[in-house]
Structures are given as C-alpha cells and as structure tokens.
C-alpha cells in the first residue's frame, strides 16, 4: 500500500510540475537565472574570431544539450524529444519521446561511442540505445518525483544523473554501475532549493557536482562528498546558481547566475578559492553562463537569457574574455571533439558551429620546392609524436592543408590540421595519450597531393 502511494505520489507530482515546464522560461525570483528558454534573436555583434555556421535541426524547440563523435551528432530540446545526424549534418532526424503517460523536456544526453548513449528529462526520464539513437528503452529511475538536468558515463556499466527531487527542490544523484539496468539514489545533501545542473568527472571516483548554492566534490564515487560551496565568493543575498563545472589546462571552471552579476568563476588551487573573472557580458540584464568547455589553447562560455545570447571565447586561458558569437537567440551547451570541432546548441532547434585552429607551428618560412611529408619523431613514441611538412608556393596566397590521423582500422581518430597555410615548413604534435597501443596512420591533404605514412605508439 506503501508502494502504491508513493507511486501515485510520483505521477501526479511529475505531471503537475512538467505541464508548468512547458512555458517558454522559468524565472526563480532568489536564484535570478533562466533555465532552456526559447529565446528571442538579439543583434550583438562579435569580433567573429571564429567563423560560426548553424544546423537547422528539425525542431524549432530550444537545444538542451549536444554530443557528437565524428559524423554523429545528437542534441536533446524541451520538446520531449532528440535529433540525430549519422552523416556530420547533412541529414537530421527527429525522436520523439511522448507516450501517454509524461509530456516533458529533455535535458541532457551522453553517447560513450557513436552507438551507446542516454538521455534524460522530467519526471526523472531515462531513455538508452545501443544503436545511434535509432530505437530507445525507458529505464526505470527511482520512485521519487523529480526532473534531470545531465547524464555522464564513465563507462558502459558507471554512469550518473542529476537534477531536483520533490516540491522544494533538494538536490537529486542517481547512479548506477550495470548500464541503467538499475538506478539508485546518493543522498549528499538534505537542504530545500538545491536543484543540480552540472557535473565534471575525471574518473570513476573523483567528481564534482555543482547547482544552486550548490558546490560537492566526491573521490569515492559518491559515497562521500565534500562541501565546497562556502568557498564560492558570496553573493549580496546568499543564492548563486551554479550551472556548469569544467577543467581547463591550469584550472576549474564555473559559470552560473546572480543578482551580482558574478557569472564566471576560476580555481588555480582545486576548489579551495574562486575568483570571479570579467567577462563581457556582465553587463546584460540577466548574465549567465550555461555551458564552459575548453579545447587548448581556446575556451568557449555559453551565455543565454531570453534577452540576451552570446558566445564567448578566450585564448589565454581564461584572463579575458571576448563576444565572438552575438548573433543568435539563447545559447545553452557547448560539446568539443578531438580539439578540432565546437557545437554549440540554441534556441530555435539550431546548433551552432565552428571549427577550432590547429596548434600547428611554423618551422621555416623558406618555401621549399615540394609537397613533403616526413616520417614522424620520435618512432615509436608514447605518448606524444611529432609531425613535420612542408608547404611550396602554389598559386594562390594560401592553402587548404589537412592532417589527420587513423587507427589500423582507418577510423579517423584526430584532425591535428584543418586551416589554410602560406608556403613554409610547419610541425603538429600528435597526443595519443588517450589512445591504446598499436599502428596508427598519418595523411595530410593539400589540393591534389596527398601523403600517408605509418608510425607507432608503445605505452
């Protein structure tokens, strides 16, 4: 009887508080931040550092949060549903998670390889596929009421989603170890109003998991946390929502909301004191940041309020900070891959892109007489290999070069160059470091030459 009533409890407190989700933006008067609003097209201007490109998706909804490996990409939106291409944009395709029973956004969702992933939403929805996003099964969370903001794996069994629980919003853990076969709750804190948006993860054990006035750090999985919200600098009414948590080279990220206009925090010393760091879009009415990544030497912030959008980048490792990208609605989540590629996803169902210049370096800038490609050195190496070319004079002032390495199975695994160079002598590193042992190939691309050459990685 027990069961049952908890059960009952669970559905019509999820339908009651979803069918309030479906307005175009929440607004949480203490808190001052908006969570997935639609938006409205705003017209800063940037300094356009980067060269941005949207998808169309087929919703016009706001995207949630976005993945992709290579040519799959995926993105959650508040229509109760996900896009997916298998073919890098050039086709999308819509899945639809309504059933009879909930009508709910997504939040989030995490792919392990272009074939296993999850997604999660209101009335804590769980969905997984083994096969690109094709087909999903519901898997059964807890029976709690509640909503999920994201969804990490750090591997196929070790995964975690996190959001609210309940009518006062106390924080919400879930995890699990058999794949979402079975999920369970982590208790670490008991506190009203600490709704969880972001969460970082360096292993299995040690991550962090931030939210409003909400600040933990675990290094046994979850099995213990500690507090480190205090040493957040404190805000003129004692609320700041924290939205997102990321590493960079030399620090730990943080953006979020308050009535301060204190969006972007940085820790050099491992979340024992924070530092709020000027931005340019401090200025606006309602500043947040949704969504920091970092692909060296570059960082992006996603800032979005239903007045305002912007993206910002940074190339000194977060000193300063520059609008690059003002030209759409709410920006909302940002997704890296392989140092090379940035997503960005918005209001109006788009996702915005561009691609990140390589670290390449300049040798020589004699032109030589031909297209070489050498052998890279060290070889074999581990984990780190360097590889040299050179570029002569063609006709035009520049060209398109690209530098791309595979696995023994000619899966693409890192674009090392994809920018127009000047005639000269160039060298790009290559970092194995989160690849097995084993051949890999090297072939750069210029006009009509081509190269490939073979080398070796022993850890």
Known sequence: MKYIFLLLFFVIFCNLSLNAQQDNYIYINNGNFYEHSSGNSITSSGNNYFFWLFYQTPTTYQITDVQFFGSYKWATHTDMGLVYTMNGGTNWNSVSFKDTTFNTLYNGVYFINNQTGWAVGG??????????????????????????????????????????????????????????????????????????????????????????????KTTNGGLNFTDYYANIPPTSNGVNALLCISFSQFAIWIGGSNLDHKNLYKSTNGGLNWAFQNNPVSQYTYPQINDIKFSYPFGFAAHGTPSSGAIMITSDNGNTWTVDNGTNTWFDCLSTYNDYLVHCGAGEGKIWYTTIPSGVKTISKNVPEKFLLYQNYPNPFNPTTNIKFDVPSVRQASLLVTLKVYDIMGKEVQTLVNESLKPGTYEATFDGSMLNSGVYFYRIQAGDYSETKKMLMIK
Do not use: H
């Not at 596929?129 to 087909?135: A, E, H, P, R, Y």
């Not at 898997?139 to 609210?164: D, H």
């Not at 309940?166 to 079975?182: E, F, H, M, P, R």
């Open 123 to 216: 009335a804590l929805q769980i969905r997984k596929t083994t096969n690109g996003g094709l087909n999903w099964i519901r898997q059964i969370p807890p029976p709690i009421a509640g909503v999920l903001n994201s969804v990490k794996f750090l591997s196929a069994n070790t995964g975690f989603a996190i959001g609210r629980q309940g009518a006062n919003w106390k924080s919400c853990i879930l995890k699990t170890t058999d794949g979402g076969n079975y999920w369970y709750e982590i208790v670490a804190s008991t506190a009203n109003e600490n709704e969880l948006f972001g969460q970082l993860w360096s292993d299995a054990n040690t991550g962090w998991i931030c939210g409003k006035s909400f600040l933990m």
